[in-house]
C-alpha cells in the first residue's frame, strides 16, 4: 500500500529554533508539495517540486523557510529560525503530472512555543 | 484571479438524511477538479477526480458530479462514520487551489 511517510509527526520547539521536516513520496511519482493547514487559512500551499526541480516557492517566507530534494525519495522543509506563528500542521503530497492527483502524507504538527 | 469556494461551511445530518456540498470554482484552463476527504488529526484523502462538465463518479454512498461551473458531492443516506471535512480543489496545472472545506456531522 503505497503512502506519503513524514516527519516527526509531531515537534515541539522554543522560538528561534531550526526545524526539519522530511518527507517520503510515493515511488514513481515525479511532482512533490509542500501545504501548511491552519484553522484560519485553511490548505496553504508554500512550494512544490517537478522531478526534483523547484517550481514555485512563493507561497513561503524566504528569509527563514527553504524547501529542496536531494533525491527522488526524499523533500526536505527548513524553518530558520522557528517563529510562534509558524505554528501549524505541515503537510506534503506527491502526485504525478499525468493525473495532477496528489495524494497527501500524515503531516508534522509543528508547535513553537 | 483562480478561486474555489464551499459551501455550506458546516452540515451537520441525522444518519440517513441526504444532502449534498457544493464546490463553486473560478479556474483557469480547468485541467481536474479534485475531492478529498479529512478526518481530525489526518491528512486529506484522495476520494475521486472530476475531468469534464458531465462526468460523474460514485463510492459507496458518494457521488460527485461536475458542471462547468460548480461541483456537487452528494451524500445518500449518509452514515457517522462519513463525519469529516471534505474539500474540494481545481487545478489548471500541477497546482491545486483548495477551498476552506465543508465540515459534515452525522448524527446516528
Known amino acids: 500500500d503505497a503512502r506519503v511517510t513524514q516527519t516527526p509527526r509531531h515537534k515541539v520547539t522554543e522560538m528561534g529554533q531550526e526545524v526539519t521536516m522530511r518527507c517520503q513520496p510515493i515511488l514513481g511519482h515525479n511532482t512533490v508539495f509542500w501545504y501548511r493547514q491552519t484553522m484560519m487559512q485553511g490548505l496553504e500551499l508554500l512550494a512544490y517540486?517537478?522531478?526534483?526541480?523547484?517550481?514555485?516557492d512563493s507561497g513561503m517566507p524566504k528569509d527563514r523557510f527553504s524547501a529542496e530534494m536531494p533525491d527522488a525519495t526524499l523533500a526536505t522543509l527548513k524553518i530558520q529560525p522557528s517563529e510562534p506563528r509558524d505554528s501549524a500542521v505541515y503537510f506534503c503530497a506527491s502526485g504525478r503530472t499525468r493525473t495532477y492527483e496528489q495524494y497527501f502524507g500524515p503531516g508534522t504538527r509543528l508547535t513553537v512555543t | 484571479e483562480d478561486q474555489v469556494t464551499q459551501s455550506p461551511e458546516a452540515l451537520r445530518l441525522q444518519e440517513g438524511e441526504s444532502s449534498s456540498l457544493n464546490c463553486s470554482y473560478t479556474v483557469s484552463g480547468l485541467r481536474g477538479l479534485f475531492w478529498y476527504r479529512q478526518d481530525p488529526g489526518k491528512g486529506p484523502e484522495f476520494l475521486f477526480t472530476?475531468?469534464?462538465a458531465g462526468e460523474e463518479k460514485e463510492k459507496e454512498r458518494l457521488k460527485a458530479t461536475l458542471t462547468k461551473k460548480e461541483s456537487f458531492l452528494h451524500i445518500t443516506a449518509p452514515k457517522p462514520e462519513d463525519s469529516a471535512t471534505y474539500l474540494c480543489a481545481g487545478g489548471g496545472t500541477d497546482k491545486l487551489i483548495f477551498g476552506t472545506g465543508t465540515r459534515l456531522q452525522v448524527f446516528p
Open positions: 517540486f517537478r522531478n526534483r526541480a523547484p517550481l514555485d
Open positions: 472530476l475531468y469534464s
